[in-house]
């Protein structure tokens, strides 16, 4: 399983991802964050907060919620559609294509 995962504003990165994304075999997801440069993965974003604090909202957020859920899909077999199929404003590219779901409970 891969999950990719960028931010409109990570031009460095993010435009290189959609053809890795098409040449990866399932299961696969690819999301882009609205409004998140490259930094929005480092430590940048808890200077002055918690780390409880920083996860509660806004992209870190999205970040922690997409990515436990992909994983806890793919490796725990657990269902986890309630996240990976809904709709969520604050992303600009959300794509999940599982194919290939393992079948372990």
Known sequence: ???????????????????VYKKLTCPKSYVVLKNENHFGWTNLAAIGKSTTEVVAEGNPELIVRYTIAFFDQQLLGKDRADVLKAKEPRLDVWKYDAAQVSSKK
């Not at 999950?3 to 031009?11: A, K, N, P, R, S």
């Open 1 to 19: 399983p891969v999950m990719l995962q960028g931010g409109t504003l990570d031009w460095g990165i993010t435009p290189f991802l959609p053809p």
